[in-house]
């Protein structure tokens, strides 16, 4: 008996708060109007700060992709931050630049490597944007993905505003498929949590931020990412981080296992080191954010991973006793959607797992190592690419 009460109450325990979860904020993200003032005629002056560390694969590519966004041309200024490259990322900027001489372009070169966050701060420095928009080297926007996040941050509710994936990739392969999965089933949360007032993980591939909020804070040095701890300082200062529903960009994603599992344990480990570091958030102020969305998203990426751990072993032993619950397995084997969803959310679980014990056990440098994969060809950009399709 106390077998099964264990397994009942770590199914309890996985299951119905996360479930309740994901249905309310999907009936959020759905329903609820956002609340807030959105100008599709704002337009600021933007500065797009671009950390650069051996690109000379992609760099003209980005360069080329932000150049084409509809955004006004008199309005933006590129800033490329480049980390001591002993490539020719910096020759190929320079080149580019001279080759576009209407668009803006300052180089800022580092003379050794001290990190991507140390490098945006470097770039906010010497920006003279009204708005600071961060975006990474090896990702790709569509042509209205700018001007669809800025209208946002004209609130001035608002301080930050983040993008969306579209997942794509050399080839699909399995690994692709559990992404794909995992960036659809968790877009709804990250919109209905920025409607009810804030979301808690970033997306820093597209990152616009106001300009008098990042001065006052800057990007958080002591974390390898910028993306988690600028949203959760955005909230602590009183101002919105959300993620907007029409503003996507392309991000090539790893088509092995090996290069996913070390991305996402990168990945992971950042969102812990953020999530542990701010932990005194929690239930801090009477907003949406610190009464239910950081608690919750908290035990998703904190807790949980560790009592889905439990649950499998337990639930192994438990078919041992009583193979008949093997019948339970079928319409999750059957159905499609729900085996995909079970896959994804196990894997992620056991990589989360493996991400906190690593944490513990030695702090991850502010310095990483590329995935390779994520450069080997750069995804066609489309301009009429509808965001209906964003989700393939």
């Not at 006004?72 to 800033?79: D, K, W």
């Not at 070169?109 to 010497?126: F, H, I, P, Y």
């Not at 990702?139 to 993008?163: E, H, M, T």
Request: net charge neutral; aromatic share 10%; proline share 4%.
């Amino acid at each position: 008996m106390l077998l099964e009460a264990l397994w009942t109450t770590l199914l309890a325990i996985n299951v119905v708060p996360f479930g309740l979860y994901i249905l309310y904020m999907k009936r959020i993200a759905r329903n609820r109007p956002w609340n807030i003032k959105i100008d599709p005629a704002y337009r600021p002056t933007v500065s797009v700060l671009i950390p650069t560390y051996e690109e000379e694969l992609t760099i003209r590519r980005k360069l080329d992709n932000v150049a084409q966004t509809d955004y006004p041309r008199e309005n933006l200024e590129i800033i490329v931050v480049d980390s001591a490259s002993t490539d020719k990322t910096v020759q190929l900027a320079r080149e580019w630049s001279k080759e576009h001489s209407e668009i803006r372009l300052r180089m800022i070169c580092q003379d050794k490597r001290n990190g991507m966050v140390n490098a945006l701060n470097e770039g906010v420095r010497q920006a003279t944007g009204d708005v600071i928009v961060k975006t990474d080297a090896d990702c790709f926007w569509l042509s209205d993905s700018l001007r669809n996040a800025v209208k946002y941050i004209a609130d001035p509710q608002v301080g930050c505003v983040a993008g969306v994936h579209i997942i794509k990739s050399t080839k699909d392969t399995s690994s692709v498929m559990i992404e794909r999965t995992y960036r659809t089933f968790y877009k709804p949360l990250r919109v209905g949590e920025s409607k009810l007032h804030s979301t808690v993980l970033y997306e820093g591939e597209l990152m616009v931020v106001k300009r008098d909020l990042i001065d006052a804070m800057g990007f958080d040095e002591e974390i390898g990412a910028d993306d988690v701890p600028t949203a959760l300082r955005t909230a602590e200062r009183g101002y919105r981080a959300i993620t907007a529903e029409d503003a996507y960009f392309i991000e090539q994603t790893p088509h092995t296992w090996s290069e996913k599992f070390r991305q996402k344990v990168r990945r992971g480990r950042h969102v812990f080191q953020a999530l542990w570091k701010y932990r005194y958030m929690n239930f801090q102020k009477n907003t949406a954010l610190h009464r239910l969305i950081l608690p919750f998203e908290t035990y998703i990426y904190v807790a949980n991973p560790f009592v889905t751990a439990a649950f499998v072993i337990a639930s192994i032993f438990m078919a041992l006793q009583h193979p008949w619950l093997l019948l339970l397995l079928l319409p999750l084997v059957l159905i499609s959607e729900l085996r995909e969803m079970l896959i994804t959310h196990l894997i992620d679980s056991a990589i989360m797992v493996y991400a906190i014990s690593r944490e513990f056990l030695r702090r991850e440098s502010v310095m990483w190592q590329k995935i390779g994969e994520a450069r080997e060809v750069a995804p066609t950009i489309q301009a009429s690419l509808a965001p209906v399709n964003a989700g393939t």
